[in-house]
């Protein structure tokens, strides 16, 4: 108890960790090395303590060095213990050296006998160690493994708690309200926040497509063509969701969460460069910072031998005042003492001259940033980056890739450009490079060399501010990037460098030396140049930015979702609207309902068959009326054989009047057939017409699939109905042959002669003939309805239902999109909450 609690103490307060990291190296060869040197020590001061000379017999060095692989084992497991950190382990190793140390005072105090003698305590201690140091060896080592096991464990369990429970899940095309962790405070909670917002996301979508493909599967659709459309709608879908996905979670890779980093873009030869030159001097760009610690160095050198300089030409003007005989060697020393302070200045100067502030400005000519370069700052416990990327209006195509690479991880980018307006094609260009930003700046950098004494007193916005250019450029700037772009910070960027720059004096640049002692000519000092360059607007940006940059690295990493959902929203509604807008679908209904109400006109069927029923039985009953009256005009009056013949006749002429009906409304058939597909081919063309029209030419009509015009099949239950008119007469055959029987006893029981009779005989058979034709007239009339309701039902109804269904299927198409629209404005109001509940 009494050595376990200094022990606690000892851990609580970490003091053995601090004194083993001030003790040894990380390096572990290192630890191993010390380990080793202290134990020779300790070896040696124990031989000494017990007045034997080292590596004599029963010496310990003796015994340690026949012993050294199981002593160099020892010191790495020490060292795997301390470079590991295992706690457990290191406190066993002491209380070993401990109990020990406990061993070798028992000797001493109680036995009166110096340690490591045989039958001393220590000896049998160490005899007892010795013969079980395997196992001590494979303790300590499963020790260290079960240890470090524990503690990836812990760690594990701590980053598992600390990890904001994932958003519930929620049913597809409704609210999605998720529920959110409490407001992190340091990067890594919020860049755990952000991936598992990123993550939901890229899981939604993919159950978003997988029920739609799976509703789209199940669908029943009539028209090939129709059902390639919607295939491809699944399929231009399904592309524009994967991209997003993918876009989203790509986004996770690159974004940089520990630093806030900002790029400075725009036009070749705007001025970047200058503007992240006097940035880096201004704030203290560490690779700056050294350089000019050096060069304050090399100045406080400088100012000495100057001084020097000077006490020497007082000493040789003194002496020159004096009798020059007398003084003639002290002189000749202090002249060869000027002449080597004098070279020594110069070697001064052409050090002085090595620390070039401006090296990274351009010289004019295009293109002079060919990388993008980063360049670290420190302020207040907080790291920010400024990257110098390539211009824009040069040969960029070659650094297409470098521009997004350097661009896409910023948290702000400052876009500049010198006195003008973005052109139409640098306005695309931007639009390129910038969609997806979620904080962009414009700096106007006024390029001016002329000025005048008066203005020293003239603000730097007299000075520099031009009204109307800014507001031209917050106009482009703001239809290009949107509530993204945040507005514009005009400056003269020459004004800042010249201002800031201390090496100017001592460099051998003859352009920047007089343009610089023109300024002062004006502004007579450096901080003047500073203060109207307006360069502390954005340095002020810069740094005010950083007071909770973690939150400001997450919100902006939002944005750049938001961003990123934003124009794959304007995609997705790009391609309905030219391919399933209200108005193109309005427009196929209109020319669906005027095609049906064309295919649904049967009056010109009903009016077709009504007058060709009437022909065709009137001039079979003519034909068959002339056919009995041959006959008995030919053969004398036999009531049987008149009769028999009658009754023949009739039948077959009426069969022969179904056959020509069953023609007739075949061809009435075929012919609204050809009609009905005529109609249909009309609306394809119309469809195509109006999806040509609406897609503005932005579209390749050859890939505009036509309606497919479905064939049209008369059953056989048509030729039925037809062939039922026959069954009207069926039960007519013996009335008929009654009828005709009893006028022809009637008529030949009359008196008369023979010509009178066939005469009576032909007019009351004409009479009988006209009577049974008005009765097959009505009933072919009956027919006819039947006919033309079967039609309706089986040909004319499908079509005009299938060409209904045209338009539905448009519409289906249409709110496939629109929930796609309103399941991405979902996922981007989401954002824009948990943004917003994190300021």
Request: charged share 30%.
């Amino acid at each position: 108890m009494v050595i376990y609690l200094p022990l606690v103490y000892i851990q609580k307060n970490n003091i053995l960790f601090r004194f083993r990291k001030a003790l040894f190296m990380k390096d572990i060869l290192k630890y191993i090395g010390t380990i080793l040197g202290i134990i020779f020590l300790l070896i040696i001061v124990i031989d000494f303590a017990t007045y034997t000379w080292p590596n004599e017999p029963d010496s310990i060095t003796l015994l340690f060095y026949k012993n050294r692989y199981w002593v160099f084992l020892f010191s790495v497991i020490c060292a795997i213990i301390i470079k590991a950190e295992a706690v457990i382990s290191y406190f066993l190793v002491i209380l070993t050296i401990v109990s020990f140390v406990l061993t070798a005072i028992y000797d001493g105090i109680f036995t009166h006998t110096l340690p490591f003698k045989k039958d001393t305590y220590t000896y049998k201690w160490w005899c007892m160690v010795w013969e079980y140091k395997i196992y001590i060896a494979i303790g300590l080592v499963g020790m260290i493994v079960l240890e470090l096991l524990i503690k990836k464990l812990i760690d594990y369990i701590k980053y598992r708690r600390s990890i904001p429970k994932a958003p519930k899940k929620e049913v597809v095309y409704k609210d999605n309200t998720k529920s959110l962790s409490s407001i992190p405070n340091n990067a890594s909670g919020y860049k755990q926040i952000y991936n598992n917002l990123s993550s939901n996301i890229g899981k939604e979508l993919n159950d978003r497509i997988r029920q739609l493909s799976d509703s789209l599967a199940k669908s029943n659709f009539k028209h090939k063509d129709i059902i390639k459309r919607i295939n491809k709608s699944r399929e231009d879908i399904n592309n524009l969701n994967n991209e997003l996905k993918n876009k989203i979670l790509g986004l996770r890779n690159i974004h940089e969460w520990s630093k806030y980093t900002i790029s400075f873009f725009g036009e070749t030869n705007a001025g970047k460069s200058t503007i992240i030159e006097s940035l880096r001097i201004l704030l203290k760009d560490k690779d700056k910072t050294k350089e000019y610690e050096k060069f304050e160095k090399i100045l406080v050198g400088k100012k000495q031998i100057e001084d020097r300089i000077k006490e020497v030409e007082l000493k040789i003007k003194s002496y020159k005042d004096k009798n020059k005989f007398l003084h003639f060697i002290p002189l000749f020393f202090i002249n060869r003492k000027y002449k080597s302070l004098n070279n020594k200045i110069s070697k001064v100067f052409k050090k002085l001259s090595e620390f070039k502030d401006g090296e990274i400005i351009g010289t004019g000519r295009q293109d002079f940033t060919k990388s993008s370069k980063a360049y670290n700052f420190f302020y207040k416990n907080r790291d920010f980056v400024l990257i110098d990327v390539p211009g824009i209006e040069g040969d960029e195509g070659k650094y297409k890739d470098m521009i997004i690479n350097a661009v896409s991880p910023s948290h702000t980018v400052f876009y500049v450009v010198f006195g003008k307006v973005p052109e139409s094609g640098t306005i695309e260009k931007i639009k390129m490079y910038l969609k997806q930003q979620a904080e962009v700046y414009c700096i106007i950098n006024k390029r001016g060399f002329k000025y005048s004494p008066e203005d020293i007193n003239k603000t730097s916005d007299q000075l520099n501010y031009e009204p109307e250019l800014a507001r031209e450029v917050d106009y482009k700037m703001t239809e290009v990037l949107g509530d993204f772009y945040k507005g514009s910070i005009t400056i003269q960027a020459l004004l800042a460098f010249y201002g800031a720059s201390k090496t100017i004096p001592y460099s051998l640049n003859e352009k920047h030396i007089k343009n610089r002692n023109k300024f002062l000519e004006v502004f007579k000092r450096q901080e003047t140049l500073i203060e109207k360059s307006n360069i502390s607007r954005i340095s002020h940006l810069i740094l005010s930015s950083l007071g909770n940059i973690d939150r400001k690295i997450y919100n902006i990493n939002i944005d750049k979702i938001i961003a990123c959902l934003d124009f794959f929203i304007g995609e997705i509604r790009k391609i309905r609207d030219e391919h399933y807008s209200d108005n193109l679908i309005e427009q196929i209904n209109q020319q669906v309902i005027s095609t049906n109400r064309r295919i649904s006109n049967i009056e010109d069927l009903s009016n077709g068959l009504k007058h060709k029923e009437a022909q065709i039985v009137r001039e079979v009953f003519n034909d068959c009326k002339e056919e009995i009256n041959r006959y008995i005009d030919k053969f004398k009056i036999d009531r049987e054989r008149i009769k028999s013949f009658c009754e023949s006749t009739i039948k077959r002429r009426i069969k022969e009047i179904i056959n020509l009906y069953e023609e007739e409304v075949r061809q009435q058939r075929e012919y609204k057939k050809n009609n009905i597909n005529k109609e249909i081919e009309f609306l394809s063309d119309r469809i195509n017409d109006l999806q040509r029209s609406n897609a503005n030419g932005s579209v390749n009509i050859s890939y505009m699939p036509k309606i497919e015009i479905p064939e049209i099949e008369i059953k056989g239950k048509f030729v039925g109905i037809g062939m039922s008119v026959g069954a009207f007469f069926g039960p007519w055959g013996p009335a008929i042959g009654a009828a005709i029987g009893a006028v022809i006893e009637y008529l030949v029981n009359i008196f008369g002669g023979e010509e009178s009779r066939k005469a009576k005989i032909k007019n009351n058979i004409s009479v009988e003939l006209d009577k049974i034709r008005g009765h097959i007239l009505n009933e072919i009339g009956n027919s006819r309805g039947e006919i033309i309701a079967q039609i309706k039902k089986d040909i004319i109804q499908p079509v005009i239902e299938e060409n209904k269904q045209v338009v539905v299927r448009y519409r289906n198409l249409q709110n496939m999109f629109n929930e796609n629209i309103k399941f991405l404005n979902d996922q981007k109001n989401n954002l824009e909450n948990e943004k917003h509940r994190r300021y």
